[in-house]
């Protein structure tokens, strides 16, 4: 059958929670460097998806890719996965991180005890059973969805309020919030040469825990080798960002 060039693309946004977020960037905003997996398949009745890109998006949050495909129409679907090298950001979760979070949470978070023990426990995540979770944000499901040739434009999927699939997830509209904080802070810290972040991060990692602070807080901590900032957050997450020191 004769091959052709199919050129897939579409762009990632959220729709901030956060006035001050919608008042100085807009709404919808671009999500940068989320994962995004792109699959097809012929038949509607075929049950399982064929892997077409895993790829990451720019800063914008756009994604373009091209493959040498026949022309036979496809459904196709796409997945979204706030995770790269840098930053992971979990679901909530009955595990054992999730239940330290719940618990260090109802104590004194800047003793160094506590501190110590989230840090650990956040080392060792890859150890323990936690994944970041695919999030579905199109789904080609009728016979007049399908695609052809050409170039396919899934136009912008946009995290918000009201949105399909898992667009419109509560957990997830509020990583979009928490990953766009998390990207942004660590973005203006490089331009700036941050005094106790180095401009490659070791690494980050996050999980959705209570947050049962009344306010936001925020703490600084030197032990010799690595500085760590994390940041407690209102919309019931905890990310910590960790660098090594200059």
């Not at 998806?49 to 998006?57: G, P």
């Not at 396919?152 to 957990?171: A, E, M, P, Q, W």
Request: proline share 4%; hydrophobic share 35%.
């Amino acid at each position: 059958m004769h091959r052709q060039t199919w050129t897939i693309r579409g762009r990632i946004m959220f729709r901030p929670q956060f006035i001050e977020t919608r008042e100085h960037y807009g709404d919808p905003v671009a999500l940068p460097g989320v994962r995004v997996q792109v699959s097809a398949k012929e038949s509607k009745l075929d049950p399982k998806w064929q892997e077409w890109a895993d790829i990451h998006v720019g800063a914008e949050g756009r994604f373009s890719f091209t493959e040498e495909k026949d022309n036979t129409p496809r459904y196709f679907r796409v997945r979204v996965m706030f995770k790269d090298d840098s930053l992971k950001l979990y679901a909530p979760s009955d595990g054992l991180l999730a239940k330290l979070g719940e618990t260090l949470t109802r104590l004194n978070p800047v003793l160094d005890l506590i501190e110590d023990a989230l840090e650990t426990a956040l080392a060792q995540t890859t150890r323990l059973t936690f994944n970041v979770k695919w999030l579905k944000v199109l789904k080609d499901d009728n016979k007049s969805d399908r695609r052809g040739p050409g170039t396919v434009d899934f136009g912008n999927l946009v995290f918000g309020r009201g949105g399909s699939l898992n667009l419109g997830d509560r957990t997830a509209r509020r990583h979009a919030d928490i990953w766009w904080l998390a990207k942004r802070l660590t973005s203006e810290l490089e331009n700036i040469g941050c005094g106790f972040m180095h401009q490659a991060f070791h690494g980050v990692t996050a999980d959705s825990i209570p947050a049962r602070l009344g306010q936001n807080h925020a703490q600084r901590r030197h032990n010799g080798y690595a500085r760590q900032a994390c940041l407690e957050a209102p919309l019931q997450a905890r990310f910590c960002l960790r660098g090594r020191s200059r």
